[in-house]
């Protein structure tokens, strides 16, 4: 790389009241590569990467693109310079087509009206690119709303590409994509690379990193810590950079039995080996559970117990659970809580049953983002400590609230402060914790995960550790099979509706969950299968092949 | 994957399922119309004959015209409780300008207009610019307009020029009046507006404006701009009142500001923006006009006019409501478990 840099971005600092997001970061890239930022939660990236799209603006630092200088004061300025950012938070208007949101801001004109025959012109062949990410089809005439979080994301990226960028910023744009999603994804970006376009590329998924990435710089602290040629610098080097220590603790990267262990046995003394004690009764069963995508679900769980749910996604994961939390539709089977049958008609029910429900998509269904802190943690036990039900002292409420904060270790600002100050992955932890003041039975989780760093990962499957540890039952489903090998007990693989297959002990790997979610036993499941060859997980080649070693 | 999402409309193919929920709304106030012109024709002696026609549509066009002005601003994610004053300021402008000389008509009305727009201006700058919610921002300038409108204008009175109110008691080819005529134009323009950019972006800025934001729609302008465009056109219906009456009044246009809002509600716009059109306003204001009328016709006595009137406006509203509950794509928020 001998060129002057495309991209150069020197001294930015950013604080936010107190708090310094940026610390005289430097970044530079090159036109025709495809460059990661990484780096945990806090670091600064997702800031750097906000300053460069004029989100945010900077309190002190130059960005020159291409020899000019560039301070945007709004998207405008960066659209207009041919920076084009697919946004984690996603920026589509749900009522509006697929077309219509492509040009959303772009519109093409004639005569004072909008030119439909030129929006199409320049979004159908995008469109037609990512078909096999539409499931094959179209979809210029359908409304956003009517499509799925991943088909969603798809038309964001599309939205980007449509303006024609120099430099496109992917953030986190892959964390809610299928497999074959992804696939196309990559290969797009492939081509535009070659068309020497810059492609600035953030992910938690470290695979997707050496799969499509030139180069990456490490973000710690709101400084650049390295930048690194990725093609020869090897996984637990990059974690190192990342998390400034030894890769053995959280990072979760190495994953062989006794960090595993080490990992959580200081915070789940009382997690048992599900084969030590067969005997114990189980603290949730369920027997043939049916209702929306499910045909026949049995599985138990013991008291601190950690069962994970794999299998492919989408194979009725997220629906069993929505079931047993009475959210969703339950046509036959039982649920035994502690032997007794329970059979809640809303979440209301559910949890005065003991369940308590975390989702992964946190915005929507675990957080009131704008209310603060204090009362996101004490509304799902705000009835245990209301007088004659009804009078709430704020004295209790906080102090209910710190000793949860305290005990999922989040770091805060002030209980007042709206959660959505919070970093991603310490609103997690204030959604799993807000359930620890109810002592629940059974804790549901439903790719609780997503979208958080490494770091932020570990701490919260602290937490489900120490959930576990109290008595609970937990039961955990989740896309990424690397995350339920380290924090289950035992793995029921789903195909369809059914538990296929049962991993633990030694068998439970990746390699075990991975193989078992494809090669699924049994021949008319097998033959099922054939149907659908694009719905893969996410099995990431690299380790796999590490896992075996 | 939204565990809290109905089924219902799911099972249909995309398309299929975007037409039907983008058309619901017309579909249900094309049959509230129905239903309501049905009734008329039935109770109301004449309605169809040319002076039946001419009475009626001089009745419906200053309601459209300030549902047409609420709809505009509603789309854009706003809502301007001081559309009413805006009607009754800029037509006492204009009054006063006109004295019933021919000639100051050309001054007296474009000074409405200018008034009107100024007015909407204003709101607008309060509300996009100093951020203020839109409701209590307009709630307070409602006051201010209605205050400067009596200084401009202390008691009724005022003459209109012949031309103005002859025009609008004119029927073309003996079925059409001119105020007909005058809501197709209204429509027709307002066609005009949603196929421009600006159109776009209003609906845009209305149904997320965080997302019209980071593609490069300016919000801010497109706010304000929805808010001028809407004082202007209340200022239209100022003209139609004034016409219609004949005289200003210092109170004309105020109670007609909850009327705009329930006739948009009904034509299937949606109070939180970004969705419903001017279409749909126009012919509920036409239906809540008729409703109106129909209240009168039936022989209800008349202390328990408004009540009635206030039963069946309930009634139209729930259905259209009914009519046009989407489930599934409208379900995250109301997180129902059905």
Known sequence: ?549 | MNLLRGTGTRDLPGPVRSLLSVHMPALAVGLLLLVTVTASAILQPGFFSPYGLSASFATFLPLATIAAAQTIIVLGGGIDLSIGTIVTLSSAVSVVLMQGDDARLPLALAAGLATGAACGLFNGLVVAVLRLQPIVATFATSSVFGGVALLVLPTPGGEVSPVLTGTYRMVLAMYVPIPAVLLVVLFLSWRLLRGSRYGQHLYAVGGNAEAAYTSSVPVSRVRVLSYTLGGAVASLAGVALLADAGAGDPTLGTELTLGSIAALVIGGTRLRGGSGGVGGALVGAVVLSLIQGLVFFAGVPTNAREFVYGCVIIAAIALAGLLTARDGSASGASGGTR
């Not at chain 1, 107190?18 to 670091?43: C, I, K, Q, R, Y």
């Not at chain 1, 610098?233 to 220590?245: N, Q």
């Not at chain 1, 550790?465 to 489903?477: I, K, N, Y």
């Open chain 1, 1 to 549: 790389m001998d060129s002057p840099p495309f991209l150069r971005m020197s001294g930015v600092r950013k604080r936010y009241g107190g708090v310094t997001a940026l610390d005289g970061a430097d970044f530079e890239a090159h036109a025709g590569t495809v460059h990661a930022v990484l780096g945990p939660n806090g670091s600064g990236k997702s800031t750097l990467l906000k300053v460069l799209t004029g989100v945010v603006g900077p309190d002190a630092g130059q960005v020159r693109l291409d020899g000019a200088p560039l301070r945007p004061r709004g998207p405008r300025d960066t659209l207009a310079a041919g920076i084009s950012s697919v946004y984690q938070e996603l920026s589509l208007v749900e009522d509006f087509t697929v077309l219509d949101n492509l040009v959303l801001g772009v519109e093409p004109s004639r005569f004072g009206l909008r030119d439909r025959r030129a929006a199409l012109a320049r979004s159908l062949p995008w469109l037609e690119r990512f078909a096999p990410a539409f499931g094959g089809r179209v979809p210029v005439r359908e409304r956003v709303s009517d499509l799925d979080p991943g088909e969603r994301q798809v038309v964001e990226v599309c939205k980007a590409l449509v303006r024609d960028p120099r430099v496109l910023v992917l953030d986190e744009a892959t964390a809610s994509l299928r497999r074959g999603q992804v696939e196309v994804l990559f290969e797009v970006v492939d081509e535009l690379r070659a068309r020497g376009v810059l492609v600035l590329f953030i992910t938690h998924r470290l695979a997707e990193i050496y799969a499509v990435c030139d180069r990456a710089t490490v973000m710690r602290n709101g400084t650049d810590v390295a930048t690194v040629t990725v093609a020869g610098t090897p996984e637990a080097e990059l974690l190192e950079l990342m998390s400034g220590r030894p890769s053995a603790g959280t990072s979760g990267s190495r994953r062989t039995a006794p960090v595993a262990e080490t990992d959580t046995a200081p915070t789940a003394p009382a997690r048992t080996d599900p084969g030590a004690d067969p005997a114990a009764p189980p603290r949730l069963e369920v027997r043939d559970l049916t209702g929306d995508r499910l045909h026949g679900v049995s599985l138990h769980v013991r008291a601190g117990e950690v069962l994970g749910l794999g299998g492919l996604q989408g194979q009725g994961q997220s629906e069993l659970m929505a079931a047993l939390f009475g959210a969703g539709r339950r046509t036959g089977g039982t649920v035994l809580l502690d032997g007794a049958p329970v059979r809640p008609r809303s979440p209301k029910q559910a949890v005065r049953a003991g369940f308590c429900y975390v989702p992964g998509n946190r915005g929507v269904q675990g957080l009131a983002l704008g209310r603060p802190i204090l009362e996101n943690l004490a509304l799902p036990s705000v009835g245990r400590r209301a007088l004659l039900g009804v009078g709430l002292s704020r004295r209790r409420e906080v102090a209910a609230a710190r000793a949860v904060a305290e005990r999922v270790n989040t770091r805060y600002g002030s209980l007042d402060d709206p959660v959505s100050t919070l970093s991603g992955g310490n609103q997690q932890k204030i959604v799993v914790g807000k359930w620890f003041p109810t002592e629940p039975a059974v804790v549901l989780m439903d790719d609780p995960a997503k979208g958080i760093d490494v770091g932020a990962k570990a701490e919260m499957f602290d937490v489900v550790a120490e959930l576990a540890a109290s008595g609970a039952a937990v039961l955990v489903g989740s896309s990424d099979d690397r995350e339920l090998v380290e924090v289950c007990d035992r793995v029921l693989v789903m195909f369809e509706g059914r538990v296929v297959d049962e991993v633990s002990g030694d068998r439970l790997t990746e390699d075990t969950l991975i193989a078992s979610a494809m090669h699924v036993t049994g021949a008319d499941v097998a033959a099922a299968h054939e149907g659908h060859p694009t719905r893969l997980p996410d099995p990431e080649p690299r380790h796999a092949e590490e896992g075996g070693a």
